[in-house]
């Protein structure tokens, strides 16, 4: 099974995403097949992708996330400036965090950290908290959307709580793909 683990986002910043998304759809002229959005129901904050697991392994992610959970303390989490990966021509589109970063680095610096130890090797990327507006499939909208969204570095779209973690199982499908909670975990 494919697995990831991550923190949900609250319903508040789930409509000033799909508000977002719609405002940048509108401000730069795309066809369909230039950029996929996410569908913001399924947005959420990676702390770490497991890629394909074996089935019984799922049992061990559950136990490791929710010793690390149970270690650490809830916290109000800055949703703030659209950025994007991919340097001139961006590949995705994403809204970045800000205040209490370090507890997000925290948090997923102990969950990368565990995880090692049990097998599952590091990152080699460094992790940085984001949430996925849109993947860009074509390099002339990717020009675009990186030179537009120049003016949102400075945008705030809100708080959301940091008080929970989960570990998804992800089908992918022709339609998008299908999230299924394999463990919640609340932070203390």
Not at 7 to 22: G, T, V, Y
Not at 114 to 132: I, M, N, V, Y
Not at 153 to 179: E, H, N, R, W
Request: hydrophobic residues 35%; proline residues 3%; aromatic residues 6%.
């Amino acid at each position: 099974m494919r697995c990831f683990i991550a923190i949900d986002i609250d319903e508040k910043i789930r409509k000033a995403l799909a508000k977002l998304q719609n405002e940048l759809q509108g401000k730069v002229d795309l066809k369909k097949s230039d950029a996929k959005w996410v569908n913001p129901e399924t947005i959420h904050l990676t702390l770490k992708f497991l890629g394909e697991i074996k089935d019984e392994q799922a049992v061990d992610v559950c136990n490791i996330t929710g010793d690390v959970a149970s270690r650490h303390r809830s916290f109000g989490l800055d949703i703030e400036s659209v950025g994007h990966f991919g340097g001139r021509s961006a590949r995705v589109l994403w809204v970045g965090t800000g205040q209490n970063s370090d507890k997000l680095l925290q948090l997923q610096e102990d969950l990368e950290q565990q995880l090692d130890l049990a097998g599952w090797p590091r990152e080699a990327r460094k992790f940085s908290g984001h949430l996925t507006l849109c993947r860009i499939r074509n390099t002339r909208a990717g020009i675009k959307l990186a030179q537009m969204i120049s003016e949102y570095k400075d945008f705030k779209l809100g708080t959301m709580p940091a008080d929970s973690v989960s570990v998804y199982q992800s089908q992918l499908t022709p339609k998008g793909p299908i999230y299924t909670v394999l463990g919640n975990y609340e932070l203390q």
